[in-house]
Nanobody, 114 residues
Framework: QVQLVESGGDLVQPGGSLRLSCAAS????????MGWYRQAPGNQREVVAD??????HYANSVKGRFTISRDNAKNTVYLQMDSLKPEDTAVYYC?????????WGQGTQVTVSS
C-alpha cells in the first residue's frame, strides 16, 4: 500500500510565500512522476506543476512564481509558492505515478487573503 501525505497549506496574505510538501510511503519500487494539482470551489481540478526525471512543467498561471522540486532519497516532492495571489486559493493535491499506479494525497488548503 502506498500513501501520499501533504503538508504546508495555510492562510497567507497576497504576495506571501508557502512551501508545500508531499511524502510518499509504503511499498515503493519506482516513482515515475510527481506533481501538484489544485481545485478551487466551483472549478475543476487543474494541474499546477509536475516533475518527471528532473524535467518540470508548469501551468501558465504559476510560471515564474512557483517552483517544483523533488528529493528522490526521501520520496518527497515540494512546491515552493511565491508571490501568491488570491486566485491561488484552492485545495492542493499531490499526485504521483508509483509502481505503475496513480496515487493522490488527501489535499491541503491554501488560502490567500488579506
Amino acid at each position: 500500500q502506498v500513501q501520499l501525505v501533504e503538508s504546508g497549506g495555510d492562510l497567507v496574505q497576497p504576495g506571501g510565500s508557502l512551501r508545500l510538501s508531499c511524502a510518499a510511503s509504503g511499498s515503493i519500487f519506482s516513482i515515475y512522476a510527481m506533481g501538484w494539482y489544485r481545485q478551487a470551489p466551483g472549478n475543476q481540478r487543474e494541474v499546477v506543476a509536475d516533475i518527471t526525471a528532473g524535467r518540470t512543467h508548469y501551468a501558465n498561471s504559476v510560471k515564474g512564481r512557483f517552483t517544483i522540486s523533488r528529493d528522490n532519497a526521501k520520496n518527497t516532492v515540494y512546491l515552493q509558492m511565491d508571490s501568491l495571489k488570491p486566485e491561488d486559493t484552492a485545495v492542493y493535491y499531490c499526485c504521483a505515478a508509483i509502481n505503475d499506479y496513480t496515487y493522490w494525497g488527501q489535499g491541503t488548503q491554501v488560502t490567500v487573503s488579506s
